[in-house]
């Protein structure tokens, strides 16, 4: 009598684990190809087939589109009114990379990993954390080391009454390399966190790169996969048989 109720608590828990195991496996794919719901983002990756300039490497699948591309280039855009010189001119070569950066966030459709829900009127979902590869980030602060701000967070803060940001009274103008002692402190500060900085290299398929050459693929997509199957843990939840329908546990 005891054998069969113990065979058919192994075969229950069987089933349990398949089911977590599937629930796991179909979490995981959810944030992969995906397009974050903020201001601008389609709502699903696809194809463009002509994106502007830096953004050129996502066109064959991207969150977005030509005319985001577009405004990705161009200071006080209708994207979101940003006036990158906002105490001088900005040096070409580090407005490269806020170029870079608005095509990275607006097209990729490889942050799946690291979207995270907003608390802002302008969009429902943001990035945090996400990765940057070691020389990415060092060659941003290198760049942009003698260019000037006068904020460390420029997420908020700003005055905007002229319609574009300006800085706040109190505040001074200063080279980045005083406003952002480090590299890490450019890219991990500037945005609330929306990226991290990292000791991963580029190529190493364990960070994200701002810039890739579309003709030898997109390596951040290997990347969101590395990051999607190696969060949390997988281990079967015991309380994963409540999502069983009252059908199936009957045949156990």
Request: net charge neutral; hydrophobic share 40%.
């Given at each position: 009598m005891g054998f069969f109720p113990a065979r058919e608590m192994a075969a229950?828990?069987?089933?349990?684990?398949?089911?977590?195991?599937?629930?796991?496996?179909?979490?995981?794919?959810?944030?992969?190809n995906v397009c974050m719901d903020a201001k601008h983002h389609k709502t699903q990756p696809g194809p463009e087939g002509v994106l502007h300039g830096q953004c050129a490497p996502w066109k064959d699948n991207a969150c977005c589109t030509a005319e985001?591309?577009?405004?990705?280039?161009?200071?006080?855009?209708?994207l979101y009114s940003f006036n990158w010189a906002h105490c001088r001119v900005m040096p070409d070569k580090c407005k490269?990379?806020?170029?870079?950066d608005t095509c990275l966030y607006e097209c990729s459709p490889n942050l799946g990993p690291w979207i995270h829900q907003a608390d802002t009127s302008w969009r429902r979902e943001r990035i945090l954390n996400v990765p940057l590869c070691k020389e990415d980030c060092e060659q941003w602060w290198e760049d942009c080391k003698d260019a000037v701000t006068c904020k460390e967070n420029w997420h908020k803060g700003w005055t905007w009454t002229s319609g574009t940001n300006r800085c706040p009274r109190s505040s001074t103008c200063q080279p980045f390399k005083y406003v952002f002692p480090r590299p890490a402190?450019?890219?991990?500060?500037?945005?609330?966190?929306?990226?991290?900085?990292?000791?991963e290299h580029r190529g190493g398929g364990r960070c994200i790169?701002?810039?890739?050459?579309?003709?030898?693929?997109?390596?951040?997509?290997?990347?969101?996969?590395?990051?999607?199957?190696?969060?949390?843990d997988a281990s079967p939840a015991p309380w994963a048989g409540l999502l069983l329908p009252p059908a199936l546990l009957s045949l156990l």
């Open positions: 229950r828990w069987a089933v349990l684990g398949l089911l977590a195991a599937c629930l796991d496996s179909a979490a995981k794919e959810s944030v992969l985001t591309s577009t405004g990705a280039h161009q200071d006080q855009s209708y490269w990379h806020f170029i870079q402190d450019l890219c991990e500060k500037i945005w609330s966190n929306s990226y991290k900085y990292t000791l790169q701002m810039w890739f050459d579309p003709a030898q693929g997109n390596p951040n997509v290997a990347v969101a996969k590395y990051y999607a199957q190696n969060r949390g």
